[in-house]
């Protein structure tokens, strides 16, 4: 983890020092383990004199470690937020013995006291508690690191856009002041003309790693006519070039009406290659769903999927989330892998055609409401279902609840139409995220 992470371990000398420096002497070599960049004192500090001081030669932290190793009194956490600005972690330990004799730590009554004074300043804050070398804590501080790591991601990260958002579909658009305000974000925009310009400007050479591709990834191509399969190399390498001299790490792409009419191909199947490729693209230049994308992919180190909620499956309980055809081939059903079809409205391919695979999932999406962004997230599975529609589908059972209720529920609130679908359960990693970048976040 490459986060600049400031641990602090304090203590009061009146407690039990041998069971604290023994917390203290674990506390470090787990964090080493986990982290780059750790910043920490030879010893324990004992006082808010000691504190202070030690804090003046530290380096600007991206987040600090506050080991309540014994009681402390919020006058310690008074030393850091005059010297820091940045998120906190209380961690708390556990008594080592409950026996009726000394309170050797009184660590958790510190955890209350610094929870206290940090919520009066209006400071972000966590709270991890247990021993080092419990599972549960070392997963809690992998959790905080990689939504860390993601953060930093963002902030460096260019969205590419192509073209504007059809009619109709205007939820899609993130403003750029925004997206620079919350997320650290940057927009590289190109015409939906300059790009297909560029696609027919390749000669054949050039194309031919693109043609592989489809043929590589792909069953059914022989029955594609060769103009639509150059036409699609052609385009995928436009995009790949967008990507390269851009340094685009996802892209919001314009689709209907422009690629079937202007340039007589879908764009389906380059962005499933682009979300295969490592590369979230989303269709219908939707922005907040490319922005689900990446942090779907990031937070799970695989592809996600990117559909509207289209029908409930009364027969197994579940939402349907389906699109025209632009699912990463990864995620395709095994039993009926990855077919080339067209596309269910326009009658030209390629476009993907398969169920997606089963799996513990997160559905997501960062969308917008009235006072600027906010996320939603709900746990479940995707069932090992065929595919539903033309197109790509994927069926999700809601780990609680009904999907009646759920579909009403995210109707009730506005929610935009499009959502992403993450494989594994990144349920805590989102509320992390959104509470270090204090965006609304909704559990369903």
């Not at 191509?221 to 390269?244: G, I």
Request: aromatic fraction near 10%.
């Amino acid at each position: 983890m490459k986060a600049n992470v400031l641990f602090l371990p304090l203590a009061r000398t009146t407690f039990s020092m041998p069971d604290a420096t023994g917390i203290f002497e674990k506390s470090c070599r787990i964090l080493e383990g986990l982290v780059t960049n750790l910043q920490r004192p030879r010893d324990m500090l004992t006082s808010p004199e000691m504190l202070f001081e030690y804090l003046h030669t530290a380096n600007p932290p991206d987040i600090i470690i506050y080991q309540c190793t014994t009681f402390i009194g919020g006058d310690f956490v008074t030393a850091i937020t005059q010297r820091f600005n940045c998120p906190v972690i209380v961690w708390s330990l556990r008594e080592p013995s409950i026996d009726g004799g000394r309170l050797k730590l009184n660590s958790l009554t510190g955890a209350f006291s610094a929870g206290n004074s940090l919520h009066m300043q209006g400071w972000k804050y966590r709270y991890i508690f247990g021993n080092p070398d419990e599972h549960a804590v070392i997963l809690s501080f992998k959790r905080i690191f990689s939504v860390l790591e993601l953060i930093a991601k963002l902030r460096e990260s260019v969205i590419g856009v192509v073209g504007s958002q059809p009619p109709g579909f205007e939820f899609g658009n993130i403003g750029e002041a925004l997206l620079a305000e919350k997320l650290g974000m940057r927009v590289a925009g190109i015409d939906v003309e300059n790009i297909i310009q560029t696609a027919r400007s390749y000669s054949m050479e050039e194309i031919s790693p693109a043609i592989n591709e489809l043929k590589e990834r792909t069953k059914g191509w022989e029955s594609l006519p060769a103009e639509n399969m150059e036409k699609h190399a052609r385009l995928r390498t436009a995009y790949q070039e967008f990507v390269t001299k851009n340094g685009v790490k996802a892209i919001a792409s314009r689709c209907w009406p422009d690629f079937f009419v202007e340039y007589g191909v879908p764009v389906c199947s380059v962005l499933s290659f682009l979300n295969d490729c490592g590369v979230p693209a989303s269709c219908e230049t939707d922005m907040g769903g490319a922005i689900s994308l990446f942090i779907g992919s990031e937070l799970t180190g695989s592809p996600a999927y990117f559909g509207d909620p289209v029908a409930i499956d009364e027969s197994c309980g579940g939402i349907v989330f389906w699109h025209c055809g632009a699912g990463s081939t990864s995620l395709a059903r095994e039993k009926e892998g990855v077919k080339l079809g067209v596309h269910p409205n326009r009658k030209i391919g390629p476009t993907m055609e398969f169920g997606l695979k089963a799996g513990t999932v997160t559905v997501m999406r960062l969308g917008k409401s009235r006072e600027g962004l906010r996320m939603m997230a709900m746990k479940g599975d995707a069932l090992d279902e065929p595919q539903k529609f033309y197109g790509t589908s994927l069926t999700f059972k809601p780990a609680e609840g009904i999907a009646p209720e759920k579909v009403a529920s995210l109707i009730g609130d506005g929610w935009e139409p499009h959502f992403v679908v993450a494989y594994g359960d990144i349920m805590e990693e989102l509320r992390l995220l959104c509470g270090f970048l204090d965006i609304p976040f909704i559990e369903y």
